[in-house]
């Protein structure tokens, strides 16, 4: 494992856990904390802007994606951390 699966996995406290598990968990972990940052910046978006949202994010130019979210969103940074960390809380109150 790098340096920084280290860091998750001592922050989610998987550290007793093989270095298989710790990944796969990790990799569950990255997949459900994605969804929560899309979905919290997606509700912030005007009804109408939510289709363009999802076009860019599936569309693979990260640089429109970002350019998008500053203009229309632009605390989408403060947002996507804010359900990242209560994902953190989520899955800690659950182990």
């Not at 972990?29 to 076009?55: C, H, M, N, S, Y």
């Not at 860019?56 to 500053?70: N, W």
């Amino acid at each position: 494992m790098d340096q920084m699966q280290q860091m998750i996995a001592k922050d989610l406290g998987l550290e007793a856990l093989a270095p298989e598990q710790q990944r796969q968990i990790i990799t569950a972990f990255g997949e459900v904390a994605l969804k929560a940052a899309t979905l919290a910046i997606a509700e912030k978006l005007p009804e109408g802007k939510r289709d363009q949202f999802a076009a860019l994010a599936e569309g693979g130019d990260p640089a429109a994606l970002q350019k998008f979210l500053d203009l229309e969103v632009p605390d989408h940074d403060a947002i996507a951390k804010d359900a990242v960390a209560r994902e953190v809380v989520a899955f800690k109150a659950a182990a």
